[in-house]
């Protein structure tokens, strides 16, 4: 019964370095979404992305930010020379199919991005 | 421009009794609904969804409900047990791109 598996759990970075997120989705779970969360703020929706296809990135800052999806193996948001304001949780989430309607999202653990 | 609110940032319930937890969005486009629970370093974990088409969804000690003209959706959880005590997150959408609200942290005194 797993469920959606993040690592690391914890990533410490210097400024000017890169962050890679992995994100396993649930077993059978095609879409994954990305979330950051700062401190004392709700989650704020980053991308949504299913195999091989970002389909909404509406929510990722323009620079520094990507992510992925690849047809093997685990989605990844990639933060190129991060700086201290990227520093924050970034969940993943992942659901079954959007079918005809809204989909319920299962979150990860989440990666905590502490930036020195 | 905050689109789901949680007015409430923290609530002290007694063991045994209801924890009634509020929600107020702005968009009248959203149609689906969630609730989560999310303990300290942990992800958010679901608990309760509603569509738009219902006014009320019951799970076990979780009840939502839902207000559509006063673009309002409560959470209750009755009765309150000390394992409750987390922070809860509602969340609105009408796809895959929720907005989640600041949420809301329940404590539950034994």
């Known amino acids: 019964n797993a469920g959606v598996m993040q690592n690391p759990r914890h990533l410490v970075r210097r400024r000017g370095q890169e962050a890679r997120l992995r994100c396993s989705p649930m077993?059978?779970?095609?879409?994954v979404y990305w979330y950051r969360q700062l401190p004392e703020e709700g989650l704020k929706f980053m991308v949504y992305?299913?195999?091989?296809?970002?389909?909404?990135e509406s929510g990722m800052p323009k620079e520094r930010f990507s992510a992925e999806f690849p047809k093997e193996g685990p989605s990844i948001l990639r933060i190129q020379q991060v700086v201290r304001g990227d520093s924050a949780a970034y969940f993943c989430a992942s659901s079954l199919d959007r079918g005809r309607g809204a989909d319920t999202q299962y979150f990860g653990p989440g990666t905590r991005l502490t930036v020195l | 421009d905050q689109q789901v609110k949680q007015n409430s940032p923290s609530l002290s319930v007694q063991e045994g009794r209801i924890s009634i937890l509020n929600c107020d969005y702005t968009n009248s486009m959203f149609d689906y609904f969630l609730w989560y629970k999310k303990y300290p370093a942990e992800g958010p974990t679901f608990l309760i969804s509603i569509s738009s088409i219902k006014d009320k969804n019951e799970d076990g000690r979780f009840t939502v409900f839902l207000n559509k003209s006063a673009k309002h959706l409560s959470l209750h959880i009755v009765p309150s047990q000390p394992g409750d005590s987390a922070v809860y997150f509602c969340a609105a959408g009408g796809t895959y791109k929720y907005i989640f609200g600041t949420g809301t942290r329940l404590k539950v005194l034994a």
């Open positions: 992305l299913q195999k091989e296809n970002i389909i909404d």
């Open positions: 077993k059978g779970h095609s879409h």
